[in-house]
C-alpha cells in the first residue's frame, strides 16, 4: 500500500474488521506486506496481521519508526521494486499538474507485473488512455472505483448492471462539496463565500478549495467515466470546464421561480465532455442535496437509470478498494479455473 492518510488507514481498518469474513466468503485472504508514506516504509514479506496493522494505525506518524519493520527513508518505488507483492494500492494524494508520484508508482507496478488499485484521480484524468494500453500490455489489471462516487458504485452499476444495454450519455452530480456550497445556497439563502466558508468548517472543503469549486475534480470524474464507460479516449484537457464561483443568489432565486436549481453538472455525450453550472428541475433524480452525488446513465432500452450515494469520505473510498481488491481476485480465479 502506497499513501497512509485517511483512506490508507482506512483500508487497513477494513481488512482488520473483515479478515476473517472474507475468507470464509471470498476464500479471498489478503496480506498486506508493506506501506510506504512519504517518512518511509514498514515491510513484512510475510504479511502483517490484522492486530500489527491496528497498532502501525495507532501509533501514527512515521510508520517507518516502527521497531520492528520500520525502514526510515525507504521509498515507495523502492518497495514496489523489491517487494513480492500481487497487488499496489496507490492511495496517495491527488495532483492535477504532472499526477506524481502516483504516476510513477502506477507505471512501476505495472511493469514489475503487479496490480493497481488507485483511488487517486490524476494519473487516470491526464494520462487513462496510455494507463489502460500499459496495464493491457503488462497483462495486469487497473482498478479505480473510489475515484468516482466514492463507496458509492457508480462505475460498477454501469458496466454490470447494464451490460448487454447501450450507454447513450452519462450527466451527473459528482462533487460533493459544490453540492453542499449550492445547497446552501438555494435552501438557506447564504452567499457563496460564506457557503463555502461552511463547507471549509465541516471539512467539506479544502483551505484551497479550486479543485472542487472550480470543477476540476468533477472533470476528472468525467475523464474517468467517459474513458470506463463509453469509450471515449479523452483526458482532462479535452473538458470544457467552468465552476460555480459566479453562481449568485439571484441567478438561483430566478431558477426557483422556474421550479428549478442550479447545480454543477458533469455530462458526457456524443458532442463532448463539460462540467459547468446547469439550471435542472427540482423534481429531476438528479436533484439531490447536501454532499449527495448522483449519476444518470441515459440507455437505449432501459431508459434513464439514475444512482444516489455519498461520494466522498475516507471509510466510504476505502470500501471501494476492498471492492476493486475482491474483482481483482476474481478475476485471477477465474483465469486459473479456465
Known sequence: MVGFGVVGKGVATILARRYAEKVKGYGFNPKVVAIADIDGTVVNPRGFKPEKLEAIKQRGYPISADPDFGHPGMSALEVID??????????????????????SHITRAFKTGKHIVTTNKGPLALAMPALTELADYNNVYLRFSGTVGGGTPMLEFAKRCLAGDKILAIKGILNGTTNYILTEMSQNRVAFQKALKN?????????????????????????????????????????????????SLQALDKASKRGNTIKLIGSINGEGATVKPTEIPKNNALCVSGVLNAVTFFTEFAGEQTLVGRGAGGMETASAVLRDLLDIRHKLASKVFT
Open 199 to 247: 463547507a471549509q468548517n465541516l471539512g467539506y472543503a479544502e483551505r484551497e478549495p479550486s479543485m472542487d469549486i472550480d470543477g476540476f475534480d468533477t472533470a476528472c470524474k468525467v475523464v474517468i467515466l467517459a474513458n470506463w464507460i463509453l469509450n471515449k479516449k479523452i483526458t482532462l484537457k479535452d473538458v470544457s470546464r467552468t465552476g460555480i464561483r459566479n453562481v
Open 82 to 103: 523489491s517487494v513480492e507483492a500481487e497487488v499496489v494500492v496507490e492511495v496517495t494524494p491527488v495532483n492535477i499538474k504532472d499526477a506524481e508520484p502516483a504516476l
